[in-house]
């Protein structure tokens, strides 16, 4: 068996960082082999809960002294794209947790350092590992349910310190600078990657931001993505300040000859709306593949193929470009072309 690829952790700010640890300690494909944040009790947590060899308290420390063969980006969106730099210099393959970083223009240096150094770029998307999406998209992508002609998703949540996150996430994300904007960034995000990857990158684009209910923070709570192309419209939803689970994390992909909803989770349901069934039918979610963003991207790491579809470096990037134009178009209350003219 081939050795494992040995994996560095950058940033543990990131609360997502600890289920995909889980996932890297059951996986024989790599093995955990230093991190480095700037906080000590982060540090002694990888260290006590997953036997973590080495920590430092600097990213680029961390890089000089010790041999990689990729890294696990989980730092705050912003930085992302000055460690992603660091790492491809260095000949490393890197997984970035969603949205890949805070702007347009840092996404396009993080996909041109790894192209450069001729490494994997892997944004995870959360959801990608729901089966009844994974489904949806094949097919979707193979005309099951005809010409696509709209998108919808809506991520929503009461928010994240409510939610449950940790200080160290939700303060930076309630900072603009760190993490690109508030609701829209965080949760529209989502939507906006889905509707790229099935529809292509759009030519309008609308965004609206409230800040309606949380008086702590001074970003949006609220935000609605409305993405068009010449024959298809897709909206992606963000809230921080949903009660209940109701519509969250519900998919739905429309084509001329029928609709699928996704619901959430990974034991949610497909269905299928065609016009014998119009209340739908439930699909089983059938779909092969890895189950979890480790074994996919060490996979990828594994045979060389290049990653492609929803966690591509190609359609996060895309994804960052739409969220820009919406919050351009949210500043100007008016819709905004793609490709976005310069900053």
């Given amino acids: 068996m081939p050795a494992p690829f040995r994996i560095g952790v950058l940033g543990l700010t990131h609360d997502h960082v600890w289920e995909n640890l889980d996932d890297l300690t059951a996986s024989s ?3 955990l082999t230093a991190a480095a944040d700037p906080h000590e009790a982060l540090r002694h947590k990888i260290q006590a809960e997953y036997d973590c060899p080495q920590v430092f308290d600097d990213y680029e420390a961390m890089l000089e002294q010790i041999e990689l063969d990729a890294v696990y980006l989980f730092c705050d969106n912003a930085t992302a794209a000055d460690v992603t730099e660091l790492a491809a210099a260095r000949g490393l393959h890197v997984m970035v947790e969603k949205p890949m970083t805070s702007t347009f223009a840092r996404a396009r240096r993080m996909v041109s350092a790894c192209s450069k150094a001729n490494v994997q770029l892997m944004v995870n998307w959360p959801f990608a590992w729901n089966p009844g999406l994974r489904k949806a998209i094949h ?3 193979t005309g099951e349910i005809g010409h696509l002609h709209g998108v919808k998703y809506r991520a929503a949540h009461a928010g994240p ?9 939700y303060n930076w994300l309630y900072d603009r600078d760190l993490n690109g904007a508030g609701a829209l960034m965080d949760y529209a995000c989502y939507g906006a990657a889905l509707a790229r990857l099935l529809l292509g990158q759009p030519s309008r684009v609308t965004g609206v931001a409230g800040h309606f209910e949380k008086d702590y ?14 024959r298809a419209m897709a909206i992606s939803e963000a809230s921080w300040t949903q009660i209940g689970h109701l519509t969250s994390y519900v998919t739905v992909i429309y084509g001329s000859e029928g609709t699928l909803l996704v ?11 065609t016009r014998q069934h119009e209340d739908g039918v439930e699909v089983a979610a059938d779909v092969d593949g890895p189950a979890n963003a480790t074994d996919f991207f060490l996979d990828h790491l594994r045979t060389g193929e290049a990653i492609r579809g929803l966690c591509s470096a190609e359609v996060g990037r895309d994804a960052q470009e739409i969220l820009e134009a919406a919050l351009r178009s949210a500043a100007q209350h008016a819709a905004v072309s793609l490709p976005l003219s310069a900053v």
């Fill in 29 to 31: 494909q790599g093995t």
């Fill in 139 to 141: 097919m979707a992508q």
């Fill in 161 to 169: 310190k409510e939610l449950g996150c940790t200080p160290y996430f």
């Fill in 217 to 230: 923070i001074t970003l949006e709570d609220n935000a609605v993505v409305v993405m068009e192309w010449a």
């Fill in 263 to 273: 619901e959430p989770g990974k034991g949610g349901r497909l269905l299928r709306a």
